[in-house]
């Protein structure tokens, strides 16, 4: 069966019959807090008033268990696989997602590209290459095209990893800072069109930049 065949049969199959591949637990959206929701059961009751942050959450957690409609992939160049969530979301999603993405020539830094989803539970997968080092321009790049990509295709959930501050060297504050102010922004101008951003953060440094800098962002 070719690649874009076994897209089309996963792309079409209940999400009963679609269980039956996965390879461990699966989160759903209505497991993941909204933004508002999270701050007013972990942090002592912080409330956080902004309708838009309904449309936000931060989650710590394995992105390739995330059942939404899309999840971004921090690729490299190649589109070929990698390590950290680039090789985890590979491996999760079967050899077909590698075979698809062979057809792509590649991605250059600021770029994203989409593909089928395969095995994962996430219906697509949106590729993008983040900058080496501290680059904000390039970085906003990212976040935005992805964006772009799931506004134009109709899918109406999404979840990001944090790109470009493993291996890429992209200092973690600075980094959480340009994807925040971008989502914000995008979301302002596209409120009906996404539904849910999701923050999918690994390491505990993490969760703890992005905790202090949602608030400041969505306080008001």
């Known amino acids: ?15 009963d019959e679609k269980k039956q591949h996965y390879k461990s637990e699966i989160t759903n959206l209505e497991q993941v807090m909204t933004l508002p929701e999270y701050f007013k059961k972990n942090t002592g009751g912080v409330e956080i008033k902004s309708e838009l942050a309904k449309k936000i959450s931060m ?12 999840i971004v992939n921090a690729a490299n160049s190649s589109l070929m696989g990698g390590g950290g969530v680039d090789g985890a979301i590979h491996r999760a999603a ?9 057809t792509l020539n590649g ?18 997968v949106i ?10 321009d390039k970085l906003k790049d990212c976040y935005r095209n992805c964006l772009q990509l799931a506004k134009d295709n ?16 992209y200092p973690q504050r600075p980094a959480a800072d340009v994807a925040i102010n971008t989502v914000k922004s995008f979301l302002q101008e596209n409120a009906d069109k996404i539904d849910r951003v999701i923050f999918c953060l690994f390491l505990q440094t993490d969760k703890d930049i992005y905790e202090e800098l949602l608030e400041k962002y969505f306080q008001t």
């Open 107 to 124: 991605c250059s830094v600021g770029e994203a590209k989409i593909t089928g989803g395969y095995k994962l539970p996430a219906k697509y």
């Open 1 to 15: 069966m070719s690649f874009e065949e076994e897209k089309e049969k996963f792309l079409m199959m209940s999400r």
């Open 154 to 169: 109709s899918l109406k959930t999404i979840a990001f990893p944090c790109i470009s501050t493993g291996v890429y060297g």
């Open 127 to 136: 590729h993008t290459v983040g900058p080496r080092g501290e680059k904000p």
């Open 59 to 70: 989650w710590q957690g394995d992105i390739t268990s995330l059942e939404i409609d899309a």
């Open 94 to 102: 079967g050899p077909n997602l590698k075979k698809e993405c062979a």
